[in-house]
């Protein structure tokens, strides 16, 4: 369902957040995201002199990898257009990720380590929509996987990542229900590729 009609307006400023994931061959799993901030109009710029209409004030990308644990193995941050000469000055200490696990408290963990002064803001939020893609990415895939080396049965661990993480899979719902009664998968109703279930 859509939005309902706006009321009459001007475009003013736009962020594109695109984010992706990937499996490597090596067995390591990449996830991308890229930000961009456009303005509808130009504006000085100290740095670059002026912005135009469309043209990028900011564009930062981030590129994660992970391996099956979810733990982070490398971290490469970029930052193609930004509104100050020095702001990539900063992308060295996102470094301080390696090492850490994707999962619960991720976002905090982030900016507990690059936070505030310690790095750049945008590129630290792009890293809290990271960790619900590398679920997304990784999640569906390994759960099928495993389920192949077990009989074909959904692994049950997979509900420390589903019950509790929003309303509909609250752990006194319906769907919070059916998985507890059907814990493998059984009934089907699990993320696992179309083309490759069986």
């Known amino acids: 369902m859509p939005l309902s009609p706006p009321a009459p307006r001007a475009p003013i400023h736009k962020r594109a957040i695109t984010c992706e994931g990937f499996r490597r061959e090596d067995g390591l799993w990449d996830i991308e995201a890229r930000l961009v901030d456009t303005k509808s109009y130009a504006f000085a710029n100290t740095w670059r002199t002026q912005v135009l209409p469309g043209e990028p004030l900011h564009e930062m990308l ?3 990898t992970v391996d099956e644990s979810y733990t982070v193995v490398a ?3 970029a930052t193609e257009h930004a509104p100050h000469g020095t702001c990539a000055a900063i992308l060295p200490n996102f470094q301080r990720i390696v090492g850490q696990r994707v999962g619960a408290g991720w976002s905090k963990r982030v900016k507990a380590l690059v936070g505030g002064a310690e790095g750049c803001a945008h590129h ?3 890293f809290g929509l990271m960790g619900t893609v590398a679920f997304q990415t990784m999640g569906p895939l390994l759960a099928q996987e495993k389920s192949k080396s077990d009989n074909g049965k959904i692994p049950a661990d997979v509900s420390k990542f589903l019950i509790n993480s929003c309303h ?5 719902g319906e769907w919070a229900r059916q998985f507890n009664e059907d814990p493998h998968g059984t009934l089907g109703n699990r993320q696992v590729p179309i083309e490759n279930a069986e």
Not at 168 to 172: F, G, L, T, Y
Request: glycine fraction near 0%; hydrophobic fraction near 50%.
């Open 124 to 126: 630290v939020e792009l």
């Open 168 to 172: 509909i899979w609250r752990e006194d």
């Open 75 to 77: 971290v490469e941050c």
């Open 62 to 64: 981030v590129r994660l």
